[in-house]
């Protein structure tokens, strides 16, 4: 069974510019999860899909922050524009349907590494 | 407010020894708490779940214990290997539905 994939691994940008990331769920996963990983610290939830529409975005600074998922598999994050404090790992994480979060088992892609110049 | 803390500091241990790390977490009632392993330049990887009603939970040379009382989870290695060296995350679900991780503790077995 193939994993999350995410591209691209890493990207470096000065500020203000903007930055797009790219995440493929594993076939079948029906909810979709982008987090922020700032160095020293766990993931931070963005937000998260079910299927196409958007379960939770509480946490997604959607001044610049924006994130889709068309037709239900892939989803895109992008970042407009970029501030030093984002530079962080951005990860993706898939699961099968969407019950309790907590009971629910996440399989994460490798990330994305930001840096903001 | 929702806390969840694990031992900021790294942990180093002899191969062959058990680690044992601490997960502590106020204002949270969870159902559910998770393990996750995560190395340098990957996503993290689910290692175990346990919920409220069980006390411990054991795969391989992995134990997990989840304590209501104390709202503590501890998470046991035994006979750790240099390739268990890690950062190992717990998380748990929150007040807003979403599943909460800790920053993690990062265990170094030393051979």
């Known amino acids: 069974e193939a994993g999350v994939a995410q591209s691209p691994r890493y990207k470096i940008i000065e500020k203000r510019q903007s930055v797009a990331f790219w995440c493929n769920p594993i076939s079948g996963h029906a909810t979709l999860y982008w987090y922020q990983q700032i160095l020293g610290q766990g993931p931070k939830l963005l937000i998260q899909?079910?299927?196409?529409?958007?379960?939770?975005d509480s946490q997604l600074p959607k001044d610049r922050f924006s994130a889709e998922r068309l037709k239900g598999v892939d989803s895109t994050l992008k970042i407009q524009p970029a501030k030093l404090e984002d530079s962080a790992v951005y990860l993706c994480?898939?699961?099968?349907?969407?019950?309790?979060?907590?009971?629910?088992?996440?399989?994460f892609g490798p990330g994305t590494r930001l840096l903001v110049l | 407010s929702q806390k969840i803390e694990q031992n900021s500091e790294a942990l180093n241990i002899q191969e062959g020894k058990t680690a044992t790390l601490t997960c502590n977490y106020t204002n949270y009632s969870p159902a559910y708490l998770q393990w996750y392993r995560q190395d340098p330049g990957r996503g993290p990887v689910f290692l175990l779940l346990?919920?409220?009603?069980?006390k411990e939970k054991r795969k391989e040379r992995l134990k997990v214990t989840f304590d209501t009382t104390l709202k503590q989870s501890l998470f046991h290695i035994t006979a750790s290997q240099p390739a268990d060296s890690a950062t190992y995350l717990c998380a748990l679900e929150g007040s807003a539905r979403q599943l909460t991780f800790g920053s993690g503790t990062q265990l170094t077995v030393l051979p």
């Open positions: 346990i919920r409220e009603n069980e």
């Open positions: 899909f079910q299927n196409n529409g958007v379960v939770d």
């Open positions: 994480a898939s699961s099968l349907r969407l019950g309790l979060a907590g009971q629910e088992t996440q399989y």
